[in-house]
């Protein structure tokens, strides 16, 4: 019996490597048959053309009915969270009000000296300061009252997530996918459900901000108890431990560590979530201070700026110390220093309540008032002068690289944007250039090379928005199938089909697009800035802390300067995108190229290689699955920013969801907010099992 | 009849395998059920679990170990020897055949009772020391206590007394971290024994460490062993360990026990060349005792009048090294200075030069 069943598995493996390339071949062939088909004639084959399904509603429709249906039916029980939390934030807010800036100060300054040390004290006194006497106080507290309800009862959460997805497989299996889903359905997407079921206020962006900062919790705790030593587990078993006495003193002590990591991860993930919360407005916290500042424009670009910088000081200032919190061992607290603390925050409540401080914090953000419209005026003094280039910027942009990516070259090149007419002679020798350079590649065996060629040219003819559905499917499923396997292939194939279902497919080639369109210029300015730092320790010293703080700062703040310099527009859109998603190709592609053994260069030294020689030969090739990690990286973070994006101009499945959300049309934000996903989780599969792919062959 | 022989009959047997097998692979505990598998004979069963991509860990094991013996499992890595201890610490339920200890069958316990078991009569020290870094030496000591619901106090006096009794007096508040690879196995010796254990088990406890403390830590063993007398079984790669060591050996190649004997069976009658490989590099003047080549005869033989009288426990090397040259005939007597057999010069000389060409 046992052999029988090896035989039958054996066979079936067999049989599978024998069928994958042939697949791999006839579905990579009709696809491109087609595609050469569509390029030279599509008038002769409207059939092959056409939208899957036009645009139906009744999916979103029915998730809005039931929907409907559990709110009426949960009702009870929905108002009793909401109110529970609700009534924990305002508390918390309440608490803050009345406690003095200055008794604040004092107490998170002395925290950060005992965890840390004189650095982190200054840091975290000036950041009140600001805080304080930036005029923003209130709001800056409203947030930090929101945040202090999320995180508790996101850490929670996540925690106990954890602890069931390392004890038990089945559990384990539910869970892990899902924090896949967790993390990649965009941010937006989670308010729109949670409005319905909540409603407006903080109550929607304290459990959005639950769900969203639990994954990486979940996953440290599951980590570190996975990596328990299990010869620890082996003492604790022959000790005759029950599972409760193993689990609290011997793993979770010893998971400790990676824990913290998670716990600070998770504070971040929580702030930032809270901030990007408050698109739904009804608590009047900083980030909806940013948010209305940076739609007004340049004209309040100032404003925008200082409320941003809270926000970014408080992230610095909340991560350095729950970092710091989590370095000191166990120490144990003598009571003489407790006494010091108390005795410290007394002091500052004391003080705090003195009159003078407050005066000297109307002094200050009178100050802060004549800056912001200073910097105002600089502002729109510096779009004044130089709002030509700008323009020109941001205009060439649009019609030499967006337009003809969005909506093809066929429809681009018009007199009024390229000044020339795209004739049909034009048309005849652009088609004649790509054919033939795909046949000449596929004649010389070049295949990767032929069908990027085809395949690119056509994106350039006919755009994005002009990509058949079943080429983007197939295409994605052979992709699947040839870096991984038949499982992947399906779920990329099942998640395209969703796409179609929820009616979206129109709107996920544009998303796509967009995403695209970042990614190249990610790519274009992103690489070589990577091998320069790999190159130049100069270099290297210069990038490093740029890409830290483009990396810690919360989403929202990319924004700021998109907007104040080319408006509300789709270029503003790709700027932030590319801002925050050009640094992960730039660290891999440096941390590709550093990783090279040594061996493997002065090899190529030897061998007579120059140092360009030897950069394309040896260095590129080896870093590739490095390199491919980045722009995995890149990839979903575009696709995080592209949410972002759409409150200053991104459109597609972004804007779907951001309707959704502002309509409280629950079925229209979920299907795209999931589409997204769907996206972003292809995509991480697909890239991933390629570095590894290429990892393994090397 | 041999010293360890009687010693064995008159000690009763703490702790038995029975035909012993541990099969990895997916499915290999629902073999039990299957009819196709009862059926088989152990070479059919080997060969069947082998063809199909199993991976045999220990097959068709069965020893007897009894009560103050220390019983050393020696073994290449991979064959099966950390298994077998592993099932007999039920860290690894075996997939069929039982383990019995004072004749309960732990395999087929349930948790709680294994538990307490666990908790009164096992110790065990692992081969890297397996010391809870967020404890202190004192806290590792006392951790099996505290399970077992001892108060703190009195957990710590325990605690301090075995601390004591492995010569690590005064770094009780040590991490491990800040411990010696030596040191810290005295604490996992320590903590192995706070519970006061019948059977006690060490998994290739010596083989992380330097060969000075190696040695000077089996030195402290013996003498543990002499004062404790516990039920050992004792894993380890090293012959000249085990045999320093051991009262019986059991020797493992790929999951099957080859030979089982006394150390001086094993040098004197290896069962095949894989043991005689591992016999060649120990001495067997070290080794081998007067009882274990002598002849045996209660009476003294003519010719053995004026023969000197020997204790029949000395080694050969402490009977060649002390002896008057001139003495060629010996007469071997037991504790009691009863005679039990006899000797000659020519005899020892004999064995000595056979081990030294094999």
């Known amino acids: 019996m046992m052999k029988r069943w090896q035989v039958i598995q054996n066979n079936w493996h067999n049989n599978w490597q024998d069928w994958r390339q042939p697949v791999l071949r006839v579905g990579g062939f009709i696809i491109l048959l087609a595609m050469l088909i569509i390029l030279i004639a599509p008038g002769q084959v409207p059939y092959l053309v056409v939208e899957p399904i036009s645009s139906t509603n009744w999916f979103q429709d029915g998730i809005n009915t039931a929907i409907g249906q559990f709110v009426d039916w949960a009702k009870p029980f929905l108002r009793a969270v909401s109110g529970i939390v609700d009534q924990s934030v305002r508390g918390l807010q309440f608490g803050l009000h009345h406690t003095p800036w200055f008794a604040f100060l004092v107490l998170v300054t002395w925290l950060g000296w005992r965890l840390s040390g004189a650095g982190l004290a200054m840091l975290a006194a000036v950041s009140i300061f600001y805080m304080a006497a930036s005029g923003l106080w209130l709001k800056s507290m409203n947030t930090l009252a929101m945040v202090g309800v999320a995180i508790p009862l996101a850490l929670s959460f996540g925690f106990l997530m954890g602890v069931l997805a390392a004890k038990s497989k089945r559990a384990g299996r539910i869970i892990e996918p899902s924090l896949d889903l967790m993390q990649t359905i965009p941010t937006f997407a989670y308010l729109v459900p949670l409005i319905v079921l909540f409603g407006f206020g903080p109550v929607p962006g304290v459990i959005a901000s639950m769900i969203y900062a639990a994954p990486p919790i979940t996953r440290n705790v599951m980590l570190g108890l996975n990596q328990v030593p299990s010869e620890l587990k082996d003492v604790a078993a022959i000790s005759g431990t029950s599972r409760w006495q193993s689990f609290a003193m011997i793993e979770l002590p010893n998971a400790r560590q990676q824990i913290l990591v998670g716990v600070n991860q998770s504070i971040l993930a929580s702030l930032s979530m809270v901030i990007i919360a408050a698109v739904i407005g009804g608590f009047d916290d900083i980030g909806r201070e940013v948010l209305v500042a940076t739609n007004k424009g340049s004209a309040r670009f100032g404003e925008a700026l200082s409320a941003g910088l809270i926000i970014v000081l408080m992230a610095v200032v909340i991560d350095r110390l729950s970092r710091a919190a989590s370095m000191t061992q166990t120490q144990k607290r003598t009571p003489s220093q407790l006494r010091q603390g108390l005795m410290l925050a007394g002091l500052g409540v004391i003080i705090g309540f003195l009159a003078p401080m407050d005066n000297l914090i109307g002094t200050t953000s009178d100050l802060f008032r004549v800056t912001e419209s200073a910097i105002n005026d600089q502002l729109s003094q510096f779009i004044t002068s130089y709002g030509v280039i700008l323009d020109s910027i941001k205009n060439n942009a649009f019609i030499y690289v967006l337009l003809p990516l969005r909506i093809g070259l066929e429809q681009a090149v018009m007199p009024m944007t390229w000044g020339v007419e795209f004739t049909e002679t034009g048309k005849l020798i652009y088609q004649m250039i790509v054919i033939g350079g795909f046949g000449l590649l596929m004649m010389r065996r070049r295949v990767a090379m032929a069908i990027f060629v085809l395949v690119a040219g056509y994106i350039m003819y006919r755009g994005f928005t002009g990509l058949p559905w079943w080429a983007v499917t197939g295409g994605v499923c052979l992709a699947a199938l040839s870096v991984s396997g038949l499982r992947l292939a399906i779920m990329c194939f099942a998640m395209l089909m969703m796409i179609t279902v929820f009616g979206h497919w129109a709107d996920a080639l544009y998303s796509l697009y967009l995403c695209a369109a970042a990614v190249l210029i990610c790519l274009v300015i992103g690489c070589p800035l990577g091998i320069m730092a790999a190159k130049s320790e100069r270099v290297s010293r210069v990038m490093q802390p740029i890409n830290d703080t483009l990396q810690s700062i919360p989403l929202y703040i990319f924004l700021i300067p998109a907007v104040?310099?080319?408006?509300?527009?789709?270029?503003?859109?790709?700027?932030?995108?590319?801002?925050?998603?050009?640094?992960?190709?730039?660290?891999?592609?440096?941390?590709?190229?550093?990783?090279?053994?040594?061996?493997?260069?002065?090899?190529?030294?030897?061998?007579?290689?120059n140092a360009w020689q030897r950069l394309i030969h040896i260095e590129l090739p080896v870093a590739r699955p490095s390199i491919l990690l980045g722009l995995n990286q890149t990839v979903l973070f575009s696709l995080a920013m592209l949410i972002i994006a759409v409150l200053v101009g991104a459109r597609g499945l972004a804007e779907q969801v951001n309707i959704g959300l502002r309509s409280g049309d629950t079925g229209l934000g979920l299907t795209a907010g999931l589409s997204m996903a769907f996206i972003a989780i292809m995509a991480d599969r697909i890239l991933r099992a390629w570095a590894n792919k290429l990892g393994a062959e090397d | 009849?041999?010293?360890?022989?009687?010693?064995?009959?008159?000690?009763?047997?703490?702790?038995?395998?029975?035909?012993?097998?541990?099969?990895?692979?997916?499915?290999?505990?629902?073999?039990?059920?299957?009819?196709?598998?009862?059926?088989?004979?152990?070479?059919?069963?080997?060969?069947?679990?082998?063809?199909?991509?199993?991976?045999?860990?220990?097959?068709?094991?069965?020893?007897?170990?009894?009560?103050?013996?220390?019983?050393?499992?020696?073994?290449?890595?991979?064959?099966?020897?950390?298994?077998?201890?592993?099932?007999?610490?039920?860290?690894?339920?075996p997939s069929f055949g039982h383990v019995f200890l004072d004749g309960e069958c732990l395999d087929t316990m349930a948790e709680p009772a294994l538990r307490d078991i666990r908790r009164r009569k096992m110790g065990m020290v692992f081969q890297n020391f397996g010391l809870i870094p967020h404890f202190t030496a004192l806290q590792n000591i006392a951790f099996p206590l505290k399970v077992r619901g001892e108060s703190k106090a009195d957990a710590n006096r325990t605690a301090l007394a075995m601390l004591n009794l492995v010569g690590l007096d005064g770094r009780g508040d040590a991490y491990p971290s800040e411990l010696s690879g030596g040191m810290q196995q005295r604490v996992g010796i320590a903590r192995s024994l706070a519970v006061d254990p019948e059977l006690w088990l060490l998994d290739e406890p010596f083989s992380a460490l330097d060969p000075l403390i190696r040695r000077q830590l089996q030195d402290e063993l013996i003498a543990l062993q002499a004062r404790l007398k516990k039920s050992i079984i004792f894993v380890t790669h090293d012959f000249s360990e085990a045999v320093r060591l051991a009262d019986r050996i059991a020797i493992m190649r790929d999951g099957k026990m080859v030979q089982l004997?006394?150390?001086?069976?094993?040098?004197?009658?290896?069962?095949?060349?894989?043991?005689?490989?591992?016999?060649?590099?120990?001495?067997?003047?070290?080794?081998?005792?007067?009882?274990?080549?002598?002849?045996?005869?209660?009476?003294i033989p003519s010719g053995f009048d004026k023969a000197i009288h020997l204790d029949s426990q000395m080694t050969l090397e402490q009977c060649l090294v002390d002896l008057d040259p001139k003495q060629n005939k010996f007469v071997i007597t037991d504790e009691a200075g009863k005679p039990i057999g006899h000797c000659t010069r020519a005899d020892l000389l004999r064995i000595v030069s056979e081990g030294a060409s094999p």
């Open chain 2, 261 to 299: 004997g006394r150390p001086a069976d094993l040098l004197l009658n290896p069962a095949d060349d894989y043991v005689a490989r591992f016999v060649g590099d120990v001495s067997r003047l070290q080794v081998l005792r007067l009882d274990d080549i002598m002849t045996p005869d209660s009476k």
């Open chain 1, 564 to 609: 104040a310099l080319f408006q509300i527009s789709e270029f503003s859109a790709l700027v932030a995108i590319v801002l925050y998603a050009i640094v992960p190709i730039i660290r891999y592609t440096e941390h590709g190229l550093r990783s090279i053994p040594v061996a493997l260069v002065e090899a190529s030294v030897a061998q007579g290689c």
């Open chain 2, 1 to 93: 009849m041999k010293t360890q022989d009687r010693i064995n009959q008159i000690h009763p047997v703490k702790l038995s395998c029975d035909a012993l097998w541990k099969v990895f692979g997916n499915d290999a505990d629902t073999l039990k059920s299957d009819p196709e598998w009862q059926a088989m004979s152990r070479a059919e069963r080997s060969e069947t679990l082998r063809e199909n991509g199993y991976i045999v860990g220990a097959e068709d094991i069965s020893f007897s170990v009894h009560a103050g013996e220390l019983f050393v499992i020696m073994g290449l890595s991979g064959s099966g020897k950390s298994t077998v201890l592993r099932c007999i610490a039920q860290l690894q339920k």
